[in-house]
């Protein structure tokens, strides 16, 4: 199976800044994508990360608020722009394994104050 | 737009006991699959279905998806505190495209 690494795990930021998770796979994946978990609700898809292309954004998702990055086919970034207290939840990333099953990481917990 | 329910919504039992949560679709399943998540963390792989009628196992954990790929159960014989945690079962909203929709989550709690 696949190890997905996040960082920073957890974070509190104030309002108005911005901050950038990373994701880090240890093989080369070729679908990634960026979920959100608000507190006490399920998971919501945000986008698909394209490697060497812009994202793939789902309804309610934009790139200005939450630009990615996807480098290569090991390594993303998504931004969490303008930050509102909203915008605390937990960002995940997952990738398909060739075995056709999606893993995620350990996820990053975002505050905003 | 497809949706997947779970039920129970919470769920407290008795080391020992055996248990089980449902997860059910307004539409067919192209895939259906089950996570565990511990609070506030990222999500454990626990198992995949795709087939009508196919059943898993690991460990003391079994998931079954039923003929018409509407309805998955997730089985834990013997529970033990190391299975309390968040249980999500997610499923390909459109065959392939791997945008995967979750339940809401049933949370279970086992008592030692």
Known sequence: SAVISQKPSRDICQRGTSLTIQCQVDSQVTMMFWYRQQPG???TLIATANQGSEATYESGFVIDKFPISRPNLTFSTLTVSNMSPEDSSIYLCSVV??????????GSRLTVL | SQELEQSPQSLIVQEGKNLTINCTSSKTLYGLYWYKQKYG?????????????????HEKITAKLDEK????SLHIT?????HAGIYLCGADSTSGTYKYIF??????????
Do not use: C, N, Y
């Not at chain 2, 790929?69 to 998955?72: L, R, T």
């Open chain 2, 78 to 82: 013997a529970s033990q505190p190391s």
């Open chain 2, 69 to 72: 790929k509407q309805q998955s």
């Open chain 1, 97 to 106: 394994w060739e075995s056709g099953e999606l893993f995620f990481g350990e």
């Open chain 2, 103 to 112: 339940g809401t989550g049933t949370r279970l709690k086992v008592l030692a």
């Open chain 1, 41 to 43: 609700q399920s998971l």
């Open chain 2, 41 to 57: 963390e990222g999500l454990i792989f626990l198992m995949m279905l795709q087939k009508g009628g196919e059943e898993k196992s």
